[in-house]
């Protein structure tokens, strides 16, 4: 039973805390709890999906293909391959975590792997014409030469200053 509850510890706490704002302000915690649900909903939608596409991509795609498109020594052609792969993505960022650790676990470089999670939060094609559209192409631009340089120097900064032990896929729980 306690192991139950170590795990479930701050889902418990934020329980409490809603249990608290409730007994302070009913309103907000029930606009709270209902952004919860929401939230949790879409997920519930959006995850189970996700799953099935790398399950698929996890069984059809073989590791030696990962390792040279997007492994160590795959150079600018695995870096451009991240970026594409994550700025034509569909859905919230907390579908990319799952796809970056499928392409961990087959082999890729842990810079691209950095590469694709930002270009999946900071460079969607929707978002650019959308920014393009209503901001204007030199704001546009300029966010996406900023974002882009940003992103590379960070990716690679990690990359090398990371010891291989961090950059491994550890077990869940350790």
Do not use: Q
Not at 57 to 86: H, Y
């Amino acid at each position: 039973m306690i192991p139950l509850l170590k795990r479930y510890r701050v889902f418990l706490l934020m329980l409490v805390a809603l249990g608290g704002l409730g007994y302070v302000n009913a309103d907000l915690a029930a606009r709270s709890l209902g952004h919860s649900v929401d939230y949790l909903v879409e997920m519930l939608l959006v995850i189970p999906p996700i799953f099935v596409l790398l399950g698929i991509f996890d069984v059809w795609v073989p590791r030696e293909t990962i390792v040279r498109l997007m492994g160590g020594e795959s150079g600018a052609k695995g870096t451009l391959l991240a970026l594409c792969l994550g700025s034509f993505a569909a859905g919230p960022l907390y579908a990319a975590f799952p796809v970056a650790g499928v392409l961990i676990k087959k082999g890729a470089r842990f810079s691209n792997i950095m590469i694709f999670i930002g270009a999946w939060s900071t460079t969607k094609v929707p978002m650019l014409l959308f920014e393009a559209s209503s901001m204007g192409w030199d704001f546009m631009l300029c966010r996406l030469v900023m974002n882009l340089t940003g992103l590379m120097a960070i990716a690679h900064i990690l990359d090398a200053l990371l010891p291989e032990e961090h950059k491994a896929l550890s077990p869940a729980g350790s």
